[in-house]
T-cell receptor
Framework: SQELEQSPQSLIVQEGKNLTINCTSS?????LYWYKQKYGEGLIFLMM?????EEKSHEKITAKLDEKKQQSSLHITASQPSHAGTYLC??????????FGAGTILRVKS | DADVTQTPRNRITKTGKRIMLECSQT?????MYWYRQDPGLGLRLIYY???????NKGEISDGYSVSRQAQAKFSLSLESAIPNQTALYFC????????????????FGNGTRLTVT
């Protein structure tokens, strides 16, 4: 079973549309990270969230941490083909080791 | 040049063979990790090392071994490869000096795609 559940598993959006990816933990979150992965390549660090209510943005990608709900959301505004890839959340929920969700595959149709 | 370099990028080997995947980093980080990625399962931790003298098993260490030759080098070995070890393997580093919590992100290499036939 996954300690970090991501939803949806995959989605296809039309270019220009907004979308949200969720990452939910079964345990308390001690920091959460979002990564992006192009097919078969390494993971690129996007953002790190450490405090409840914290929200960070990078270009058109915004991530927020809701500690009470043990959840983080990643929101992309006006999606572009360059946003396509797999988005993974990672979190320290066991103390001293980072675990990852299974990933959300995003396809953006032109 | 990449900060975290993995070699080889691709490897095909036969069941029963011993193979080694290598990782080197120029980031000066103390912590290094080996993960494998399988479709639908995400990343799973194999081994990790917080400094040269420290080696720890992750959640799926059976069938694997590691060596931390120096601060910058961390290699993963499969003593006798089997087909279900076919996966994408990632090395990562982090700089959490003096802290037990993850207050800095992991930096990943580009991965080694291993196929065991």
């Amino acid at each position: 079973s996954q300690e970090l559940e991501q939803s949806p598993q995959s989605l296809i959006v039309q270019e220009g549309k907004n979308l949200t990816i969720n990452c939910t933990s079964s345990k308390t979150l001690y920091g959460l990270y979002w990564y992006k992965q192009k097919y078969g390549e390494g993971l690129i660090f996007l953002m790190m969230l450490q405090k409840g209510g914290e929200e960070k943005s990078h270009e058109k990608i915004t991530a927020k941490l809701d500690e009470k709900k043990q959840q983080s959301s990643l929101h992309i505004t006006a999606s572009q083909p360059s946003h396509a890839g797999t988005y993974l959340c990672g979190a320290d929920i066991r103390g001293n080791k980072l675990v990852f969700g299974a990933g959300t595959i995003l396809r953006v149709k032109s | 040049d990449a900060d975290v370099t993995q070699t080889p990028r691709n490897r095909i080997t036969k069941t029963g063979k011993r193979i080694m995947l290598e990782c080197s980093q120029t980031k000066g980080h103390d912590r290094m990790y080996w993960y494998r990625q399988d479709p639908g399962l995400g990343l799973r931790l194999i081994y990790y090392s917080f400094d040269v003298k420290d080696i720890n098993k992750g959640e799926i260490s059976d069938g694997y071994s590691v060596s931390r030759q120096a601060q910058a080098k961390f290699s993963l070995s499969l003593e006798s490869a089997i087909p279900n070890q076919t996966a994408l393997y990632f090395c990562a580093t982090s700089d959490n000096r003096g802290s037990n919590s993850y207050n800095s992100p992991l930096h990943f290499g580009n991965g080694t795609r291993l196929t065991v036939t």
